[in-house]
């Protein structure tokens, strides 16, 4: 059987698309996911900016209801890593883990991504719990107090001017003595009365008590040890996309990507290649928020729909 649709990633992107796609009339519709559905925001204690949801909310409380929905309208979820997506004529070979392959008219890449770690001691442990690596998602949580950014590139510099409208104070930590970021945005920065520049310097400790991240060490180029006091701290070092799946065995993708990784879509996040639609935190300027992924898999469903529809009836 060739399925109508192939949904690869569980996360708020492939799970909004698995609802629109079978509820507008795809029958045969699988979601591959490796884990449990839910995605990277449920390792997140709270989430207060999906709209509608009020009151303290756990990621993984968000995202419980949203498997059972899809169900009912006969989205099936086979839980298996996909090694691969490759196309035949008109047909998609969804290769997973186990050796087999699935056919596929059309194909929803939602894979997400996930932040780098810089790799300094307690980052891991206390990542959810004062750690960060989103300005938008956690700033809020520090209204009138005192973060520290650490990294030196755009991403970093950014998020500190924002954070530097929301918080008291925003310690922006880089290893180096100059930045590897647009010179108006380093001017901008420059010019932030609450951004202190706390360069040549690497973190060695975010440390915290069980309510969560009380302070980071970070030391200088002399070996001087400064004691950050805040209860948050940002880390910006870089973005894994995870397209891996759209490599070939010739070494080329599946279809066209920016240089950053990050998967080229239109805004009806349709790729390059014909039935190859990605949506949520793998394509191009996703602004990495739970309702864009969602938007972005109930665009790309729709996409599908009409895709397949014009393959089989036309
Ligand atoms: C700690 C934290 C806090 C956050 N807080 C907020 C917040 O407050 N508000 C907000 O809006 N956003 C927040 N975000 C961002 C938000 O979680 C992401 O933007 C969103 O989850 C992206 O959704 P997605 O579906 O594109 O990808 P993901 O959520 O990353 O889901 C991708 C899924 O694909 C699966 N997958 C990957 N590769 C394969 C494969 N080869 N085979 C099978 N399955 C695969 C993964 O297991 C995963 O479940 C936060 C993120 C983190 C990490």
Known sequence: MILDCAIIGGGPAGLTAGLYATRGGLDNVVMFEKGMPGGQITSSSEIENYPGVTGEISGMDLMIPWPAQCQKFGLKHDMVEIKRVSKDGDIFKIHKEDGTVVEAYSVIVCTGSSPKHAGFKGENELFGKGV???ATCDGFFYKGKEVVVVGGGDTALEEALYLAKICS???LVHRKDSFRSAPNTVARVKKTQ????VLNSIPQEVYG?????TGILVKDSSGEIRDIKAPGVF??????????????EDGNFLCDMNEKGEVIVDITM?????GLFAAGDIRLSAPKQVVCAAGDGAIAALGAISYVDELLNH
């Not at 609450?194 to 520049?197: A, G, K, Q, S, V």
């Not at 008590?209 to 991240?213: E, P, W």
């Not at 349709?270 to 014909?274: A, C, F, I, R, V």
């Open 270 to 274: 349709k790729t390059t290649t014909h």
């Open 169 to 171: 104070k925003v310690y």
């Open 194 to 197: 609450n951004i202190e520049l």
């Open 132 to 134: 960060s690596s989103c």
């Open 235 to 248: 880390v910006f070092v870089g973005n894994n996309v995870n397209n891996r799946i759209l490599r070939q």
């Open 209 to 213: 008590d069980n309510m969560g991240v």
